[in-house]
């Protein structure tokens, strides 16, 4: 992922893990030149031999770069792209600066943007301000407007959070029913106590989403997901869950065995081991100095991301969902387990939650995945058990009343 504004926004969203991370580049303009732009999408493009490239803008706030910038950047691809191979453009933002220029250069050049809204009016304002203290919602729901005005492909990121954590349905239909949103993800906010902004301490802020609130969100989104829109909305955790029943392991790196391959390119070259942990100790280097490729696979990045397998504790290899887990981000691991070891997620009492939870119906998406038929057939089997399991709980003519008053239930039918 490039940052070509590194931390640099127009927001000041009171959660945001990475707007400290402009101390690390004391006096800098903080934008991409033109000639490290070109160096990154050759390098990427070079070390790729797959049929798809991906080009991943985020930030800060990426759009601040300007329209012509992206303009430049697309025409770049064309100068490097291979015989036979397809770029896909993303781009994360909070779409305050989108207008109808933007928004047909994305649609024409086939972008994908991530959206940041996290929820109705009050639940989306509580923490989502501009630098001026303004709230922002409108400004979103316009963005949202103009992307479907235009055709562009779209998804939602909401991050779960201490104001909307206690209202998964009214967060999950309001992107179903009023955004009309078919691609979503949720992130939870997990913000530690840190001067420096770096992965360090115990303590989190009051901001922060309680574990097991998390767990209860994802289930009763899940809940209402899987009984009416599989098919229809597509929810990044519960298809990367879903893979963990199909295969074994899921395609979000937070689930995965092991990670490090989302790397971080900074504005001015640096590539850190992950977006979560642009710190000293975790820079690789810089891609002028030293190849793309030659630091995604350095010792240290290998390292990196095996020590998500390699240091996990006891309770998680034990446990017996693992394999959808492997034990979640390292940057959640700041929590001890039961008898004392270090290493344990915070947000481990909800993800074991949710996970036991959805295993009958992932149990089947599975199967039906294994049989060649699509996902959304759960749903007429979970609407059959669940009738018939409506059926047995119905008292015969001869049993006692359920009303308890002793008398048959043909006589009393809780009279």
């Given amino acids: 992922m490039a940052k070509p504004t590194g931390a640099r926004c127009n927001l000041s969203c009171a959660y945001c893990f990475f707007l400290k991370k402009d101390r690390l580049y004391p006096g800098d303009s903080f934008r991409m030149s033109d000639d490290l732009m070109e160096q990154y999408i050759r390098?990427?493009?070079?070390?790729?031999?797959?049929?798809?490239?991906?080009?991943?803008?985020?930030?800060?706030?990426p759009t601040l770069m300007?329209?012509?910038?992206?303009?430049?950047?697309?025409?770049?691809?064309?100068?490097?792209?291979?015989?036979?191979?397809?770029?896909?453009?993303?781009?994360?933002?909070?779409?305050?600066?989108?207008?109808?220029?933007?928004?047909?250069?994305?649609h024409e050049n086939h972008f994908l943007v991530g959206l940041s809204l996290d929820g109705p009016r009050e639940m989306h304002d509580t923490y989502r301000k501009d630098r001026a203290g303004r709230p922002t919602f409108d400004r979103v729901m316009g963005a949202v407007r103009l992307l479907q005005?235009?055709?562009?492909?779209?998804?939602?990121?909401?991050?779960?959070?201490?104001?909307?954590e206690d209202k998964?349905?009214?967060?999950?239909?309001?992107?179903?029913?009023e955004v009309g949103a078919e691609y979503i993800q949720f992130i939870?906010?997990?913000?530690?106590?840190?001067?420096?902004?770096?992965?360090?301490?115990s303590d989190v802020t009051e901001r922060s989403v309680d574990p097991g609130q998390f767990g209860r969100f994802l289930i009763e989104i899940f809940d209402e997901w899987v009984r009416h829109?599989?098919?229809?909305?597509?929810?990044?955790?519960?298809?990367?869950?879903?893979?963990s029943w199909v295969r074994g392991y899921s395609s979000l790196c937070i689930f995965r065995p092991t990670c490090?391959?989302?790397?971080?390119?900074?504005?001015?070259?640096?590539?850190?081991?992950?977006?979560?942990?642009?710190?000293?100790?975790?820079?690789?280097?810089?891609?002028?100095?030293k190849p793309l490729i030659e630091l995604v696979g350095s010792d240290a990045q290998r390292l990196f991301g095996q020590g998500k397998r390699a240091l996990l504790t006891r309770q998680c290899r034990e446990c017996l969902v693992l394999f959808a887990c492997y034990g979640d981000c390292p940057k959640h691991r700041f929590t001890s387990t039961s008898d004392g070891e270090p290493g344990l997620s915070y947000l481990c009492p909800g993800l074991k939650m949710f996970f036991e939870h959805v295993n009958r119906p992932m149990q089947i998406m599975a199967a039906l995945l294994r049989q060649g038929k699509l996902a959304e057939g759960v749903m007429p089997l979970l609407a059959q058990e669940?009738?018939?399991?409506?059926?047995?709980?119905?008292?015969?003519?001869?049993?006692?009343?359920?009303?308890g008053s002793g008398v048959k239930y043909k006589r009393c039918h809780g009279r």
Avoid at 188 to 201: A, D, I, L, N, Y
């Fill in 43 to 61: 390098q990427t493009i070079e070390a790729h031999s797959t049929p798809e490239v991906v080009i991943a803008w985020q930030g800060g706030e």
């Fill in 66 to 106: 300007g329209l012509d910038f992206f303009r430049r950047s697309v025409e770049t691809e064309k100068k490097y792209i291979k015989p036979g191979m397809a770029i896909l453009n993303t781009l994360q933002t909070n779409g305050t600066l989108l207008d109808d220029e933007w928004c047909e250069f994305l």
């Fill in 149 to 164: 005005k235009h055709k562009v492909d779209y998804n939602i990121l909401c991050t779960v959070n201490a104001a909307n």
């Fill in 168 to 177: 998964p349905l009214e967060v999950y239909r309001f992107f179903r029913d």
């Fill in 188 to 201: 939870p906010v997990v913000e530690r106590v840190s001067e420096r902004g770096f992965q360090e301490g």
């Fill in 229 to 243: 829109d599989v098919g229809r909305m597509f929810v990044q955790q519960f298809d990367a869950v879903l893979m």
């Fill in 260 to 289: 490090g391959e989302g790397v971080v390119l900074e504005h001015n070259g640096d590539v850190y081991s992950c977006d979560h942990f642009v710190e000293p100790d975790f820079l690789l280097g810089n891609i002028i100095n």
């Fill in 386 to 403: 669940e009738r018939q399991s409506h059926r047995r709980e119905k008292p015969g003519r001869n049993d006692p009343c359920p009303c």
